[in-house]
């Protein structure tokens, strides 16, 4: 069964980082790393996607400079490397992979992690 595996979330004063970590138990030609903040229950937000091989990384403004996303291990774990966090990225973080007919354009989703930052 396809699975995604997230880990690294936790709490964090401003200014500080993390490292997000998403294994699949497949194989998959890219993934992405989405989140959701209180009050938007419905809807996620893109943060950043990079294709097998650390191909054509790429990010959402509000991160740019800041968040880098690489991708390892035969092209099934992706990392989220978040530096100079701010209260307002604090979110339930999603890994998405396997592009193709699914919520906002992936087939497969983890269970989600926190992340918080206090101010």
């Known amino acids: 069964q396809a699975r995604l595996v997230e880990s690294g979330g936790g709490l964090v004063q401003a200014g500080g980082s993390l490292r997000l970590s998403c294994t699949a138990t497949?194989?998959?030609?890219?993934m992405a790393w989405f989140r959701q903040t209180a009050g938007k229950e419905r809807d996620r937000d893109f943060v950043?996607?990079?294709?097998?091989?650390?191909?054509?990384?790429h990010y959402a403004d509000s991160v740019k400079g800041r968040f880098t996303i690489s991708i390892a291990n035969a092209n099934n774990t992706v990392f989220l490397q978040m530096n100079s966090l701010q209260p307002q990225d604090t979110a339930i973080y999603y890994c998405?992979?396997?592009?193709?007919?699914?919520?906002?354009?992936?087939?497969?989703w983890g269970q989600g992690i926190q992340v918080s930052v206090s101010s």
């Open positions: 998405a992979a396997d592009p193709g007919e699914g919520p906002h354009g992936w087939r497969s």
């Open positions: 497949f194989s998959t030609v890219a």
């Open positions: 950043g996607s990079i294709a097998g091989s650390n191909q054509y990384p």
